[in-house]
């Protein structure tokens, strides 16, 4: 049976092809073209954008993919190939993050001043391209997860960037709608050939010449192939538990998130195992975790 920790190590320390293409720091352009695509916006400067994504996550013991300030907006860009409606939750964990470092590190911002102090607006989207099918937009709320009336909210737009949904928006941002056009080649072209590494050489020879991202994508092509089959095998690995419910009534999203807070130094394995209705014993065995 595989564990909920067999999925945290396998994911941890595991970038996405989305991240590799929008949150690199090389692909600043790639990047702010995705801004202004998103908003609606023509900014030019890509030297604009000042990346902080957060390199360790609590949440899941990953990193998140892409989080940069910008307009004096601090956005959280996530790629899903699973529909998560408990994306709010984890955007609020990055965001707390994010914004203790802003404080911690701006001279502008005096948290102990009586003057109301100004901080970046934050904009939460989540690009699906998962194989459920989904409307163009939903907006994901946090309020949703709380059985009463909560004091606080966070908002995710999720964006459905599958080939063929929200055209407008993938043709304003061409390294966007070549993103969306190279996941669902592979995901025809394996449905004819052997092996998913065969899927993605053959879409990569696929990419037109004169697209943004092949020689970006063609100059990395091993560490594209890993993402794509280590994004694979999670989703199988997901797959499989629901139909054969390993999971054994566990959230896979709760216990994670406990294992990140544990690994954080936030709770220890004896909290953790209180919060998860297990003795620690039970908490260990799922987890990994010694306390």
Known sequence: MISVADIAVN?????????FIFGNPQNKEWTL???????GSHYTDAS???????ENA??????????????????FY??????????????????????????EESRLYHRY?????????????????G??????????????????????????????????????????CKPLKEYAWFVDKVRSNQQNMGTLEEAVDEALEELPDESLIKPFLVANKAEVKRMCITEYDELRT?????????????????????????????LTTVDAAKRANMTVAEFEEKTGLKA
């Open 48 to 54: 604009a954008i000042k990346l902080n994504t957060i």
């Open 78 to 103: 996530e790629q899903q190939s699973t529909f998560n409606p408990n994306m709010p939750m984890r955007f609020l964990i990055y965001a707390g993050m994010i914004y203790s470092k802003f404080v």
């Open 58 to 75: 609590v949440y899941m013991s990953m990193k998140n993919d892409v989080s940069f300030l910008v307009d004096n907006t601090m956005n």
């Open 11 to 19: 994911r941890e320390y595991r970038d996405r092809l989305f991240k």
């Open 33 to 39: 073209s995705l801004y202004n695509a998103v908003n």
């Open 238 to 266: 997901f797959a499989e538990q629901r139909e054969e419910g390993k999971i054994e009534g566990i959230e896979i999203g709760g216990l994670s998130m406990l294992i990140g807070l544990v690994n954080d130094g936030i």
């Open 131 to 172: 194989t459920d099918d989904k409307d163009d937009q939903i907006v994901l709320s946090l309020t949703d997860s709380f059985d009463g009336e909560s004091d606080i909210e966070v908002k995710v737009k999720m964006i459905n960037i599958n080939f063929g949904h929200n055209k407008a928006l993938l043709d304003a």
């Open 113 to 129: 001043s009586s003057v109301q102090q100004k901080a970046p607006t934050p904009k939460c989207v989540c690009f699906y391209n």
